[in-house]
C-alpha cells in the first residue's frame, strides 16, 4: 500500500491532487488526514483506504470513480462533485456530509450516497438518529436492488428517522418509467428496512410520504410514515411487501381524506399487495375523513387492481372511518382477496368497504379472524356493495353505540356470499345483518345476545339458518316475495 502523499499529493485543499490517485504502480492505496483538491474527472483502478481526516474535495462537475473497494470511517471523505463506486457493496451518508442530529440539512448528502450506486445493487445504511431534508430524495430508473438501511441502537426499537421541513414535497420518491402497458414498471427490487419517514408539520392536500410509480417486487420492513394526506402512495406496482410496518397521518385536513396506505389506481392500477403485520395510528386526524388502507381502481386506468391482495396481521389503533377500503368503479377485483387477523378499536363508518361498479361472478374475497369495535350510531363492521363471493368466518363485532342504527353487516347486490362464526356483541343494534337484492347468500351459525334484526330484501336463494341468537327478528319489506324466492329461514 502506497501512500498518496508519495505519488505527489498535497493535501492542502488548494493543489489539484488528480493526478497522484491514477498511478499505476500502487496495489493499493493510502489516503492519510488532508484534504485533497480533485479538479478533473479521474478513475481510481486501485482499493482506498482512507484515515480519519481525509478528505476529498471534488469540483463541480467532476465525477471520481472508483473500480475498487474503498475503506472508510462512517465519517466525510467527500465534498462536491459526483461518486460512483462499482465495487462497494455499502455507502453511508456520512461519507458525503449527512449528520443524524436533527439539525443539519442532508438532502444532498443523502442522494449522493444513493447516486453513487447508478446501476444500483447497493445498500445506502444510515445511523440511528434523524435526517433533515428540505428536497425529495429520489430512487429513479436503472437503480433496481437498492436498500436503504436503518441501523436500530436502543432497546426499544428506535429507528433512525429522515424528516422532511417543506410541508408539500414527497419524502422519499420510488419511480420507474412504463412502456404504457401493464404492470410493467422498469424499477424492481428495491428495499427499505427499519427507517422512519416523517416531516416537521402536517403535509398540506395531496402530500406524500412515500410515493412510488412504475415499479415492481418492493419490500418495506419495519418502517414507518407519518403527517401526509397519503402515507405510502403506489402507482401501477407489481409485487408491493409491507412487513412489520406502521403509519399515522399524525395531523388533520379537514373535510379531506387522510390515508395510511393508498393504493391509487386512478391512472394505473397495481397487483400483488402484500401486507403483513401493520399498525395504523389514526390519531389527531378529527376533521379528516380516515382510512387506514385505501384501494382503487378507475374506469379508463391502464390495467386494474385485479386481485392479489393479502392483508394479516393488521391493526387501527384510535379512530378510524375506513379501515380497509377496496373500491372498484369498473367490474370489481378478479380475485385473490384475503383478508385476516384484523382488529379495529374505533370504527366510524365501516371496517371494511367493499364496492364494484357491477357484480360480477369472478369476483371473491376472504375474510376471517377480525375483531371491530364500532364506535359511531352509523358504523358497520363490513358493507360489501356490488361485490360477490365474500365468505367472512370467525368475526367479531361489538357495538359501542347504544340505540344507535347500526348495520353489523350490509351487503347490497352480492352473489354466493356467506357469513358464518360471527359473534355479535357490546350491545343492542338496529340491524345484525342486511341483505338486500342478493342472490345465494348464506348467514348461519352465528351468535348474538343483543337485539337487532336480520333483514332481507328483495333476495332470492338465500338462507338464514342456525343462528344463536336472542331478540332476533326478521324484518322483510317484502316478506311475501323472498319465501317465493326459494329464501329459507330455519332452527333460529
Known amino acids: 500500500m502506497i501512500s498518496i502523499l508519495d505519488n505527489g499529493a498535497k493535501g492542502n485543499g488548494r493543489d489539484d491532487d488528480s493526478a497522484a490517485f491514477i498511478s499505476e504502480k500502487a496495489a493499493a492505496l493510502f489516503i492519510p488526514a488532508g484534504n485533497y483538491k480533485i479538479a478533473g474527472d479521474i478513475t481510481v483502478k486501485t482499493p482506498v483506504t482512507f484515515e480519519n481526516g481525509a478528505l476529498l474535495s471534488v469540483d463541480e462537475g467532476v465525477t471520481v470513480t472508483f473500480n475498487r473497494y474503498i475503506d472508510a470511517g462512517v465519517t466525510q471523505i467527500f465534498d462536491g462533485g459526483e461518486v460512483i463506486l462499482k465495487e462497494n457493496e455499502i455507502s453511508y451518508p456520512e461519507w458525503f456530509g449527512a449528520a443524524d442530529d436533527g439539525v ?229 377485483w378478479g380475485g385473490d382477496i384475503a383478508i385476516s387477523a384484523v382488529s379495529m378499536d374505533c370504527v366510524h363508518s365501516a371496517g371494511i368497504y367493499l364496492y364494484a361498479k357491477q357484480t360480477q361472478t369472478y369476483q371473491t374475497a376472504n375474510i376471517t379472524d377480525c375483531y371491530f369495535h364500532l364506535d359511531n350510531e352509523k358504523a358497520t363492521a363490513v358493507t360489501a356493495e356490488n361485490y360477490s363471493n365474500v365468505t367472512i368466518t370467525n368475526f367479531t363485532v361489538d357495538n359501542a353505540c347504544e340505540n344507535g342504527v347500526n348495520n353489523g353487516m350490509y351487503f347490497k347486490n352480492s352473489k354466493g356470499s356467506i357469513v358464518s362464526a360471527a359473534v355479535f356483541t357490546g350491545t343492542n343494534y338496529k340491524n345484525l345483518i342486511t341483505f338486500d337484492k342478493c342472490q345465494n347468500c348464506v348467514f348461519g351459525q352465528n351468535t348474538g345476545v343483543f337485539s337487532g334484526s336480520i333483514v332481507l330484501t328483495g333476495c332470492r336463494n338465500c338462507i338464514v339458518s342456525d343462528n344463536a341468537m336472542n331478540k332476533v327478528k326478521f324484518s322483510d319489506d317484502s316478506a311475501g316475495s323472498n319465501l317465493n324466492a326459494n329464501n329459507i329461514f330455519s332452527n333460529q
Not at 414498471?185 to 402530500?207: A, C, N, Q, Y
Request: proline share 2%; aromatic share 8%.
Open 104 to 332: 443539519t440539512d442532508c438532502t444532498a448528502a443523502i442522494q449522493q450516497a444513493i447516486n453513487c450506486f447508478p446501476n444500483g445493487y447497493g445498500k445506502i445504511v444510515f445511523g440511528a438518529g434523524t435526517y433533515i431534508v428540505s428536497d425529495t430524495i429520489r430512487i429513479t430508473e436503472n437503480q433496481s436492488h437498492l436498500t436503504l438501511q436503518g441501523t436500530v441502537s436502543k432497546l426499544r426499537e428506535v429507528y433512525p428517522g429522515i424528516c422532511m421541513t417543506d410541508t408539500e414535497k414527497d419524502v422519499l420518491r420510488i419511480t420507474g418509467t412504463t412502456g404504457g402497458g401493464t404492470y410493467d414498471g422498469s424499477l424492481e427490487g428495491i428495499t427499505v428496512k427499519d427507517l422512519e419517514f416523517t416531516r416537521t408539520e402536517m403535509g398540506g392536500e395531496g402530500s406524500n410520504t412515500i410515493y412510488i410509480e412504475d415499479a415492481m417486487y418492493l419490500t418495506f420492513e419495519d418502517c414507518g410514515w407519518a403527517k401526509s394526506q397519503n402515507g405510502l402512495h403506489a402507482v401501477n406496482v407489481n409485487g408491493l411487501r409491507l412487513n412489520l410496518c406502521h403509519g399515522t397521518t399524525g395531523g388533520d385536513l379537514p373535510g379531506r381524506e387522510v390515508r395510511g396506505i393508498f393504493i391509487d389506481g386512478s391512472v394505473k392500477g397495481s397487483t400483488g399487495i402484500l401486507i403483513t403485520d401493520y399498525i395504523y395510528y389514526g390519531y389527531a386526524s378529527p376533521n379528516s375523513v380516515t382510512y387506514a388502507y385505501k384501494d382503487i381502481n378507475d374506469i379508463g386506468a391502464v390495467g386494474t387492481n385485479i386481485g392479489d391482495r393479502r392483508i394479516t396481521n393488521f391493526e387501527c389503533a384510535g379512530a378510524v372511518n375506513y379501515g380497509i377500503a377496496i373500491i372498484s368503479n369498473s367490474s370489481g
